[in-house]
């Protein structure tokens, strides 16, 4: 089974408009991290945004905001006020505990977010 | 503070022949992870080092191997490439292990005909 599930390959939003980008998980620990990072067409992943198991609040950075629903095993992106400069590869990723620790992602199959005038 | 630098960005290489990219993390940061990314299999972590020791290997073939310096610096070395190793090989540094951000590089974008 996929750990890591992105099922829209493709977004288009009208600038200035919200978008949610979808990502649903699979994994037994307790224990994990949530990760959004952006892929312009450079190549350098950009990291967006950080939830962790264990925390209460949804997180938010600037215009980011990641929407947890844990018992549902989904961690949605949510871009406010969307610009120009956003268009580009998303990708969810995933770090387990059981994985022995450490900094290894799992990384999703990505979200290609195209804003429009 | 300078970002996680990469080297060569670009390479063209040989089947059979071998390749070795470098990682220059984040001042201070002491954990290097190893991600490859193709169009087929998207982005597949390869291994992690943590002063000097891998932490985490992905599910490579031996010929994928890396290491780390004293300095952090890492290197990944693959040999007898095959055509399906053409990919971008992007490096991340973190300040510790299991730190909630990782920065990653620019990639290395590996060419092998």
């Known amino acids: 089974a996929q750990k890591i599930t992105q099922t829209q390959p493709g977004m288009f939003v009208q600038e200035k408009e919200a978008v949610t980008l979808d990502c649903t998980y699979d994994t037994s620990d307790p224990s994990y991290g949530l990760f959004w990072y952006k892929q312009p067409s450079s190549g350098e992943m950009i990291f967006l945004i950080y939830?962790?198991?264990?925390?209460?609040q949804n997180a938010t950075e600037g215009r980011y905001s990641l929407n947890f629903q844990k018992a549902r095993k989904s961690a949605n992106l949510v871009i406010s006020a969307s610009q120009l400069g956003d268009s580009a590869m998303y990708f969810c990723a995933m770090r387990e505990a059981s994985t022995g620790g450490g900094n290894k992602l799992t990384f999703g199959t990505g979200t290609q977010l195209k804003v429009e005038l | 503070k300078a970002g996680v630098t990469q080297t060569p960005r670009y390479l063209i290489k040989t089947r059979g022949q071998q390749v070795t990219l470098s990682c220059s993390p984040i001042?201070?940061?002491?954990?290097v992870s190893w991600y490859q990314q193709t169009p087929g299999q998207g982005l597949q972590f390869l291994f992690e080092?943590?002063?000097?020791?891998?932490?985490n290997k992905g599910n490579f073939p031996g010929r994928f191997s890396g290491r780390q310096f004293s300095n952090s610096r890492s290197e990944m070395n693959v040999s007898t490439l095959e055509l399906g190793d053409s990919a971008l090989y992007l490096c991340a540094s973190s300040a510790q292990v299991s730190s909630y951000e990782q920065y990653f590089g620019p990639g290395t974008r590996l060419t092998v005909t």
């Open positions: 939830q962790g198991s264990y925390d209460q």
């Open positions: 001042s201070g940061h002491r954990s």
């Open positions: 080092y943590f002063s000097e020791t891998q932490r």
